[in-house]
């Protein structure tokens, strides 16, 4: 699926801000799918080139650890 990402943010983002920006995603073209609390803190989302560029540009900031395509395994989506 084209445009499906997953965004994992650094230790010292707190759940508010990874909230702001899942609403953000929502609010602007995009869909969130899924959310991470446990082993990672982060979502899956369908986003938008733009969002893309955004979520890449703050990986420089210290406030995303990693941007990448995310992909579901044949039995099912991987996060289950």
């Known amino acids: 699926?084209?445009?499906k990402y997953i965004v994992v943010f650094k230790d010292d983002v707190t759940q508010e801000q990874i909230d702001e920006y899942a609403r953000n995603v929502d609010q602007n073209g995009g869909q969130v799918t899924n959310r991470y609390t446990d082993v990672l803190k982060g979502f899956a989302a369908q986003i938008t080139d733009t969002q893309l560029q955004t979520f890449q540009s703050l990986q420089?900031?210290?406030?995303?650890?990693?941007?990448?395509?995310?992909?579901?395994?044949?039995?099912?989506?991987?996060?289950?």
């Open 1 to 3: 699926m084209p445009n």
């Open 60 to 80: 420089g900031e210290g406030i995303i650890d990693y941007v990448g395509v995310f992909w579901a395994s044949a039995f099912g989506d991987l996060h289950r």
